[in-house]
Nanobody
Framework: QVELVESGGGLVQPGGSLTLSCLAS????????MGWYRQVPGKQRELVAI???????HYEEYVKGRFTITRDFANDRVYLRMDDLKPEDTANYFC???????????WGRGTQVTVSS
């Protein structure tokens, strides 16, 4: 079973930057996909970005050009670098992994990001 632990959330001013980190641990060989969702109270969890084992990445339109997802395959980590943060980026950010293609996704507990002056 894979376990995910996020870190790096916090309070940042509009226009600022923050980097989230997620560490995968447990018994696995490699992970097909790792990425990030976010959620605000009362709304559905929404996709932010995904990094695949082949090196390809996907970003949702609203973060393109501002967020960068990076996978550290050697250390089973995924990072989310967030630049030019806006108040509407305020959310609880969840790391996830899809261990093999089509398998049930596994989630971390989340890390809060608050963008406010």
């Amino acid at each position: 079973q894979v376990e995910l632990v996020e870190s790096g959330g916090g309070l940042v001013q509009p226009g600022g930057s923050l980097t989230l980190s997620c560490l995968a641990s447990g018994r696995f060989f490699k992970l097909f996909a790792m990425g990030w969702y976010r959620q605000v109270p009362g709304k559905q969890r929404e996709l932010v970005a995904i990094g695949y084992e082949g090196g390809s990445v996907h970003y949702e339109e609203y973060v393109k050009g501002r967020f960068t997802i990076t996978r550290d395959f050697a250390n089973d980590r995924v990072y989310l670098r967030m630049d030019d943060l806006k108040p509407e980026d305020t959310a609880n950010y969840f790391c996830f992994t899809e261990p093999r293609f089509g398998e049930t996704r596994i989630w971390g507990r989340g890390t809060q990001v608050t963008v406010s002056s």
